[in-house]
């Protein structure tokens, strides 16, 4: 019988560990409070700190490896694509912060001809 196996959570709605709208602060609170109580939540903890998308894992709150809050319904600054990002996230993908670079860099280029 494996650690998850024996997690508190096992059942419950995913929505809880993963905090978002208007009811985030009481899923929060809710995912934190089976947290505590669970039999594994060292175990759990090691393993989100080694592979975490982000959420609630072992009785933390974690956030994704290059994020630095919940994700929220967001609009990409280059394609204007909608997609969940952190507060500070602009884009949608890699594609489009590249691009967003490219452009940014050419722009320059072109005013530094100019002076």
Request: hydrophobic share 35%; net charge positive; with cysteine.
């Amino acid at each position: 019988m494996s650690w998850r196996d024996r997690a508190a959570c096992i059942g419950k709605p995913i929505d809880w560990f993963f905090p978002h709208g208007k009811n985030a602060p009481a899923q929060k609170a809710r995912a934190l409070a089976l947290c505590s109580k669970c039999p594994v939540s060292a175990e759990c903890l090691a393993d989100a700190q080694s592979s975490c998308d982000g959420g609630i894992r072992g009785g933390v709150s974690l956030t994704p490896k290059h994020s630095t809050d919940v994700l929220e319904p967001k609009r990409c600054a280059m394609c204007m694509a909608a997609f969940m990002g952190s507060y500070r996230a602009k884009f949608c993908s890699d594609d489009c912060r590249n691009d967003a670079r490219r452009e940014s860099w050419v722009k320059a280029k072109q005013k530094a001809r100019v002076a």
